[in-house]
């Protein structure tokens, strides 16, 4: 049974701008690199993971630090730093 709100509760919007990222990544893919998604948080939260950003890669970043289990402390500071 599931309970509360999770990382999948959101809403994309924008469709046009998601499917050409999607594009991208397909070809990023094709390219033998694994791509992933990020939310950009507005609030931070400790139970899930945070990516943080690297250097530029077209219109995509390199994963630079994937970090999970967080304290409140640092994962307010990350929210804060902007690259995750």
Known sequence: MASGG????HVINDTKAFTA???QTAELA???KLAT?????IVQETRY?????????FDAYVV???VENLNLATAQQ???NGDY
């Open 6 to 9: 999770g990382a999948a509760d």
């Open 21 to 23: 990222a999607i594009s």
């Open 30 to 32: 094709d390219q033998d």
């Open 37 to 41: 998604f990020g939310i950009v948080p």
């Open 49 to 57: 993971c945070n990516i943080k950003r690297g250097a530029a890669v």
């Open 64 to 66: 630079a630090q994937f």
């Open 78 to 80: 990350y929210l804060q």
